[in-house]
């Protein structure tokens, strides 16, 4: 079965940093893309963060540059978001999600961020 | 940035109805790169149409998608129950950021 799994939310204060991975089963995750897309509380979807399949790309929403950092390891089929200087405005569930969208899309359930003191 | 305004922000309907959404871009998307997600509360957003007009697997064929340039169009032919949820369009292009449009919810009358 080709899944997504987000860990390392949690609640943080404002400043803090966090670690979130996604887990890749069922799929070639080395020949993909992937993105982060966040979703505060009662708003919409918001695009995170971008990186290649050989992490020759990586991009960011002018939200989050300078503060976060994606990477991945293909090698554990794992896809990593690490967050600094995190501010009330960063909480929200993320979402890890396979890039381009296609026919077998693939999303992760979420995992739920909260900053606050 | 491309921005995607979409309308209407929120549309009532009663089940078998005919349900149009709207997405209206700031500006071309490349190729049609244009996608259609549904998304239920506490769910993850689910696709239902890439590339403007494909439906993703195992989508019923009463959601249909049109559109190039910066027009595009979600059409559910008649609305089933479980059809009522906030619908999101997205450009993944290659310009970035990558955009979403403010989501239309689509509500029983």
């Known amino acids: 079965e080709v899944q997504l799994v987000e860990s390392g939310g949690g609640l943080v204060k404002p400043g803090g940093s966090l670690r979130l991975s996604c887990a890749a089963s069922?799929?070639?995750?080395?020949?993909?893309?992937m993105n982060w897309v966040r979703q505060a509380p009662g708003k919409g979807l918001e695009w995170v963060s971008s990186i290649s399949s050989s992490s020759s790309y990586i991009y960011y929403a002018d939200s989050v540059k300078g503060r976060f950092t994606i990477s991945r390891d293909n090698a554990k089929n794992s896809l990593y978001l690490q967050m600094n200087s995190l501010r009330a405005e960063d909480t929200a569930v993320y979402y890890c999600?396979?890039?381009?969208?296609?026919?077998?899309?693939?999303w992760g359930k979420g995992t739920t961020v909260t900053v606050s003191s | 940035e491309i921005v995607l305004t979409q309308s209407p922000g929120t549309l009532s309907l009663s089940p078998g109805e005919r349900a149009t959404l709207s997405c209206r871009a700031s500006q071309s998307v490349s190729s049609s790169y244009l996608a259609w997600y549904q998304q239920k509360p506490g769910q993850a957003p689910r696709l239902l149409i890439y590339g403007a007009s494909s439906r993703a697997t195992g989508i019923p064929d009463r959601f249909s998608g049109s559109g190039s340039g910066t027009d595009f169009t979600l059409t559910i032919s008649r609305l089933e129950p479980e059809d009522f949820a906030v619908y999101y369009c997205?450009?993944?292009?290659?310009?970035?950021?990558?955009?979403f449009g403010g989501g239309t919810k689509v509500e029983i009358k």
């Open positions: 069922g799929f070639t995750f080395s020949s993909y893309s």
């Open positions: 997205q450009q993944y292009g290659s310009s970035r950021p990558l955009t």
């Open positions: 999600a396979r890039y381009p969208p296609s026919a077998e899309d693939v």
